[in-house]
């Protein structure tokens, strides 16, 4: 009974700290000697992965990437975020090339981790009511995040984790070529229009993303999930939501 409680307890105190997923059936020994080194290999020919760049040359190396299923080929052979060992999944963006709105989230939560898509749990949930209340479907809008691997205990991504996966958001954005951004929630907002103040004072104000493909009309908005947890901001929501409606008809009356 005893060892059944200090079991449990064990349970819980590793649930505070964030470990909430299992991502491997046999523990691991930390404790076990390191395995031995193998004598040096003489070097191997270069072959076609994905090496690790820094930020600005994979930049520069995506540029060429011109759709959608090869960039997310890259994403998958990509190993220069640390949030990928840790996910189940990688969550690329989804919708359709072209379509008028584009909305970025800040990172997949448990639910987009097991099925590999965004937006998919109670926040999706609300997205699509959102969506639905100014006449789109959630298949009409491309949806995407800021990094593509659910951090651990859904803790807010790290400048770098962000800036790591930045050159894939900028690529999406190029190739969706979407007339209006939606930013949901202060990660999405701070880092694409590199802002510093935080989303109370960015939310319902255009802002312009100069993007690869051309400038974009921005809006900064609340995120769904902080909406489900502060109901009463949704009248804000809401005027962000209309004045996207607006700037949508206003180029297709
Ligand atoms: N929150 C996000 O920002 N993105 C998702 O995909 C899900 C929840």
């Not at 006449?135 to 800021?146: F, K, P, S």
């Not at 690529?171 to 929630?185: D, S, T």
């Not at 996207?244 to 297709?252: F, G, K, N, V």
């Amino acid at each position: 009974m005893i060892e059944r409680d200090a079991l449990l307890a064990a349970l819980e105190w590793q649930l505070a700290a964030g470990v909430d997923e299992v991502v491997g059936f046999e523990p691991a020994n930390r404790l076990a000697p390191p395995p031995q080194r193998k004598a040096p290999t003489p070097p191997a020919p270069r072959v076609a992965t994905m090496p690790v760049y820094p930020e600005s040359v994979l930049a520069q190396d995506l540029a060429g990437v011109c759709d959608l299923d090869a960039l997310r080929a890259l994403l998958l052979d990509f190993d220069g975020c640390a949030l990928k060992k840790t996910a189940t999944n990688t969550v690329f963006g989804e919708g359709p090339v072209g379509a008028r709105l584009m909305i970025i989230g800040e990172a997949p939560g448990a639910d987009e981790d097991r099925q590999g898509r965004p937006f998919v749990g109670p926040s999706g949930r609300l997205l699509e009511q959102m969506l639905a209340a100014i006449g789109l479907a959630r298949e009409e809008v491309y949806i995407a995040n800021t990094v593509y691997w659910r951090p651990p205990g859904n803790r807010t991504p790290s400048a770098e984790e962000v800036e790591a996966c930045r050159p894939f958001i900028d690529r999406q954005i190029a190739l969706v070529g979407p007339e209006v951004l939606m930013l949901a929630g202060g990660a999405a907002a701070k880092t694409l229009l590199g802002a510093t103040e935080g989303i109370m004072r960015l939310r319902g104000r255009w802002r312009v993303l100069a993007g690869q493909g051309g400038p974009v009309d921005a809006m900064p908005t609340f995120h769904p999930a902080f909406l489900l947890r502060s109901p009463a901001r949704k009248r804000e929501a809401w005027l962000d939501l209309l004045a996207i409606r607006a700037r949508l008809e206003s180029a297709h009356p």
